[in-house]
C-alpha cells in the first residue's frame, strides 16, 4: 500500500501534463479544464499505474535472464515489442471500462480516426518513456547490487587470504623463537626480555582480527620492527636491518596492513647469508615511496616467482583498487617499491 500511494502521487502529476499536452494537440488552446480534459488525466493516471505495475511485474518475472542478459539488444527489443502489445490492450481495455463507467451505457463511440492514429502514436511515445526510465532504474540497480555482492565476496576472499598469510608463519619460526628464550633466558636476561617483548607484540598482531585495508607506516613499521629483530638474534651477525623513516612521515602515510612481513620473509627465503657475507635489509622513503632493499645473494635453488606470499599481496592490491608494488634488481640489490597513500586523518 505504502508503494502504491507513492507511485500514485508521483504519477500523478505526470498524468495532469500527458493529459494537457494530448488536449493541447487535439484541441488547440486555450486549453479547457472541463469533464474531458477530467476524464482523459484520470484515464492517464490508471494507465500509467497499471503500466508501471506490469512493467515491474515483468521485469521480476524476467530477473533472472535480466541478470544474465543485462546487455543482450535482442532481449531488450523483445521485452519493448511485448510491453508495446500489453500496454495498448490496456489502454483499451481501461479507456472502455472507464467510458462505460462514466457515460451509464454499453454504448462505445470511438474517436475520429485522425485523433486515434495520434493517440495511438502518443501512447507508444509514453510507453517507449515508461519503458526507457523503469528498465534504466532497474538495471542501474542491479548494476549496484552485482557491484556490491562482488565487492562483499572480493572482502572476504581477501581477508581469508590475509588470515591464511597470518597462518603460514613458519611453525619453525616460533620454535626458534622459543629456543631463544630458553637459551638465554639464565645467560642474558636482559636480551631475553626484549626479545620476549618483541615476540608478544608481532605475535599479537598477528592474531588480530583486523581487516585487510589500510593502516598507517607507524603501525606498520611497529610490527617488522619486532619481526626483524627476532630475526636479527636468530641469525645474529647473518641479518642486519637499517630502518630510516623520517618520524613526520609515520602517520601522514598509509599503506596495507602486514604487507612487509611477506616481503621480508621472501628475502630471508631466497638469499643466502652468512658472517662474511651478511644479508643487509635496508627500509627507507625516496620519493614518496617506501623501500625495502637487501643485497642479492640468491641461494642456489632461487625460483623466478616469490611464491604464496607474493601472490598474496598482489591480490590484496587488486582488491584495494591500489597501485601495485614494483621489484626489481639494480646494481647487486633487491628493491621492492611501495605506494603509500596519503592519510587524509593526520
Not at 511485474?57 to 519493448?80: E, N, P
Request: charged share 20%; with cysteine.
Amino acid at each position: 500500500m505504502k508503494h502504491f500511494l507513492k507511485y500514485a502521487i508521483i504519477l500523478l502529476p505526470l498524468a495532469l501534463v500527458l493529459a494537457a499536452l494530448q488536449e493541447l494537440v487535439i484541441h488547440g488552446t486555450p486549453l479547457r479544464v472541463n469533464e474531458n480534459y477530467i476524464g482523459e488525466a484520470f484515464t492517464t493516471w490508471v494507465y500509467l499505474l497499471i503500466i508501471v505495475y506490469t512493467l515491474k511485474w515483468l521485469i521480476q518475472l524476467a530477473s533472472k535472464q535480466l541478470r544474465q542478459s543485462v546487455f543482450d539488444t535482442k532481449w531488450v527489443i523483445a521485452g519493448f515489442v511485448i510491453f508495446q502489445i500489453i500496454c495498448f490492450i490496456l489502454l483499451l481495455v481501461i479507456s472502455v471500462i472507464i467510458l462505460i463507467v462514466v457515460s451509464g451505457n454499453f454504448q462505445v463511440r470511438f474517436k475520429p480516426s485522425d485523433q486515434t492514429r495520434f493517440i495511438f502514436l502518443y501512447f507508444f511515445l509514453v510507453n517507449a518513456l515508461v519503458f526507457m526510465l523503469i528498465m534504466g532504474v532497474r538495471l542501474y540497480k542491479l548494476y549496484h547490487q552485482e557491484k556490491d555482492a562482488k565487492h562483499l565476496a572480493e572482502k572476504s576472499f581477501m581477508e581469508a587470504q590475509l588470515q591464511m598469510l597470518r597462518q603460514q608463519l613458519n611453525p619453525h619460526f616460533l620454535f626458534n623463537n622459543l629456543n631463544i628464550i630458553v637459551s638465554t633466558i639464565k645467560t642474558n636476561p636482559t636480551l631475553a626480555q626484549a626479545f620476549t617483548k618483541s615476540m608478544a607484540s608481532f605475535y599479537r598482531k598477528v592474531l588480530e582480527t583486523e581487516n585487510a585495508g589500510w593502516v598507517t607506516l607507524r603501525t606498520e613499521l611497529k610490527t617488522i620492527q619486532s619481526y626483524l629483530y627476532m630475526l636479527s638474534i636468530r641469525f645474529e651477525d647473518k641479518l642486519l636491518y637499517n630502518i630510516t623513516i623520517d618520524e613526520a612521515c609515520l602517520d601522514r602515510c598509509l599503506l596495507p596492513d602486514f604487507i612487509l612481513q611477506p616481503i621480508i620473509e621472501n628475502v630471508i627465503k631466497h638469499n643466502t647469508s652468512s658472517k662474511a657475507k651478511p644479508l643487509h635489509i635496508d627500509i627507507y622513503l625516496q620519493d614518496g615511496f617506501l623501500i625495502v632493499r637487501n643485497n642479492l645473494q640468491p641461494t642456489a635453488e632461487q625460483q623466478d616467482s616469490l611464491g604464496v606470499g607474493w601472490f598474496n599481496i598482489e591480490s590484496r592490491y587488486k582488491y584495494l583498487e591500489a597501485t601495485m608494488p614494483e621489484k626489481f634488481v639494480a646494481d647487486g640489490y633487491f628493491f621492492v617499491k611501495i605506494a603509500l597513500r596519503k592519510n587524509d586523518i593526520a
